[in-house]
């Protein structure tokens, strides 16, 4: 598997989706789709981008992914996201998965990867992210 520089042990970012793998979405080897992880990433994203957006949000591009370990049924899955940039309709999100293996009791992350999500309005067009407002 491909090792990423910087090695963090904990995840960055607030934990935005957790999921169990199921045998539904295993390959013939046994192992979770790497679709099905990006799914899940892209459906973690998409929710705290709206969040960010007050609104609905369309994925635009998933920036370098690789897969550091394959994913077991039963693993207890969790995305974590990060806002990274806040653009005039644009949000640049960093989206980790990490997995929680019931078999091993090992915590490792499996992959991270930079979303950019657009702001659109109900008819689909681009519209400008709302100015932020402090919590």
């Given at each position: 598997m491909i090792e990423i520089e910087d090695e963090n042990l904990t995840p960055q970012g607030d934990l935005a989706?957790?999921?169990?793998a199921l045998p539904r979405e295993t390959n013939g080897f046994g192992d979770i789709y790497g679709g099905w992880v990006v799914a899940q990433m892209d459906?973690?994203?998409?929710a705290m981008a709206s969040k960010v957006a007050g609104g609905r949000v369309a994925t635009v591009s998933i920036d370098r992914m690789a897969f550091?370990?394959?994913?077991?049924?039963g693993a207890q899955l969790s995305f974590y996201t990060q806002t990274l940039q806040v653009g005039r309709s644009s949000i640049k999100m960093l989206v980790e998965a990490w997995s929680d293996?019931?078999?091993?009791s090992e915590w490792r992350k499996v992959t991270e990867a930079t979303f950019v999500f657009v702001a659109i309005d109900g008819?689909?067009?681009t519209r400008p992210v709302p100015p932020r407002r402090e919590r």
């Open positions: 989706l957790q999921i169990t459906i973690a994203g998409t550091l370990v394959p994913v077991a049924v293996d019931p078999l091993s008819s689909g067009r």
